[in-house]
């Protein structure tokens, strides 16, 4: 009866398991057409599963709001996009309606590539992004993370923090490209740096061809709560131009951010500065 009993648990076990795995299947299957829908002929043939397992699976995405029917169509559902914005801290979304002004403020000053980010772990998130009028090839994407140590945001930000330091250290650093700082000496030897001089750079670090120059927002403690960085191609970083500039909009947005949540957390943070080239 025991070994009956324990037979049927793992069996169910492996069900599940196989469940969630067909299930992730099909979600990554959607690929570009997540929003416009897809057969199930279609989507069984993209996950690799017959008609009839696929359209079992969608099913039960289907009743717990994970994907929806558009005609005989389905498309990811709305229970989808509430389950990835819970990823991230809940502060987020209001940095980055408090702090978009400022981020403005950058790009208008210097009509290049600017990013708005946060830490995520040992990750940055990217918040927010506005694009210069000359392109500059980047991995970055609102809502998307990437390590920090290759990052000139991310620097900005574990130079302040040092329990994201000390997760990022323990962990093994990958080499995005030849300049990418692997060594763990090393790169706390550039964060050492990053609080002496206020700034951070990364020079081809993620992607060759692209150099950053960032610096922390921080709050009434000292530690970071964003950072926001300046993209150009490689080779055409003038920092003599760029770093006040940008010391000049984050300086301005940590005081506005320090007063709004000094006074008031839920108020947006006043927006009295425009930086000018």
């Known amino acids: 009866m025991i070994n009956s009993v324990t037979t049927d648990t793992l069996q169910a076990g492996r069900d599940d398991r196989a469940a969630v795995d067909k299930a992730i299947s099909l979600l990554v299957s959607f690929g570009t057409d997540a929003a416009s829908g897809v057969g199930v002929s279609e989507l069984a043939r993209r996950a690799q599963l017959s008609k009839s397992t696929a359209f079992r699976v969608l099913g039960m ?7 929806e029917r558009v005609g005989r169509d389905y498309r990811l559902g709305a229970r ?6 819970s990823v991230y801290s809940p502060d987020f979304e209001q940095l980055r309606d408090q702090l978009i002004p400022f ?10 590539t600017v990013h708005l980010a946060g830490l995520h772990g040992t990750d940055v998130v990217y918040l927010a992004k506005l694009y210069g009028h000359r392109h500059v090839k980047s991995p970055s994407r609102i809502g998307g993370r990437v390590p ?9 930000l574990l130079a302040h923090d040092p329990d994201a330091l000390e997760l990022t250290l323990a962990r093994r650093i990958v080499r995005f490209t030849t300049s990418t700082v692997a060594d763990g000496d090393a ?10 001089l206020g700034v951070a750079r990364e020079d081809e670090e993620v992607v060759p061809g692209l150099a950053c120059l960032a610096a922390p927002i921080l709050g009434r403690t000292g530690r ?3 950072a926001m960085s300046i993209s150009v191609p490689a080779g055409r970083l003038d920092q003599q131009h760029l770093e006040p500039l940008l010391r000049k909009v984050t300086g301005a947005a940590t005081q506005a951010l320090i007063r709004v949540r000094t006074s008031s957390p839920a ?3 006043r927006h009295r500065m425009a930086a000018t080239a």
């Open 61 to 67: 995405l289907e009743r717990n709001g994970v994907v």
């Open 80 to 85: 989808l996009h509430e389950l990835g914005r």
């Open 103 to 112: 981020l403005t403020d950058l790009y208008e000053a210097t009509h290049e």
């Open 148 to 156: 920090a140590y290759a990052t000139a945001v991310g620097k900005a």
């Open 187 to 196: 790169l706390q030897e550039q964060l050492a740096d990053v609080r002496r």
């Open 224 to 226: 970071p709560v964003a």
């Open 267 to 269: 108020r947006p943070a």
